[in-house]
């Protein structure tokens, strides 16, 4: 069983820059890729930055440029590093584990951390 607890959210004034964390806990070794995923309120779930066991990254476009997805495996954390933020990126922020990029479904997601960035 794996555990993702997510922290670093909170509320920020436009061009701001937050730092997310996800800290894993349990048997983590097959979980090849990493991610973070956002949902506003009335919108669907959408992927924002992944990363896999090779160090391969990709970004939503919305976030590239801005936000830099990371990892510490001897920590067993996950970070984004989110700069320049806009309204736009308001929402609940999870992070999520699984054994391929792709299978998220079948993985492993965290509560999740809110970020407000006003105006």
């Known amino acids: 069983q794996v555990q993702l607890v997510e922290s670093g959210g909170g509320s920020v004034q436009a061009g701001g820059s937050l730092r997310l964390s996800c800290a894993a806990f349990?048997?983590?070794?097959?979980?090849?890729?990493m991610g973070w995923f956002r949902q506003a309120p009335g919108k669907e779930r959408e992927g924002v930055a992944t990363?896999?066991?090779?160090?391969?990254?990709g970004y939503a476009d919305s976030v590239k440029g801005r936000f830099t997805i990371s990892q510490d495996n001897a920590k067993n954390t996950l970070y984004l590093q989110m700069n320049s933020l806009k309204p736009e990126d308001t929402a609940m922020y999870y992070c999520?584990?699984?054994?391929?990029?792709?299978?998220?479904?079948?993985?492993?997601w965290g509560q999740g951390t809110q970020v407000t960035v006003s105006s």
């Open positions: 349990g048997y983590t070794y097959n979980l090849y890729c």
């Open positions: 990363i896999d066991g090779d160090g391969s990254t």
């Open positions: 999520a584990a699984a054994v391929s990029c792709g299978l998220w479904s079948g993985g492993y």
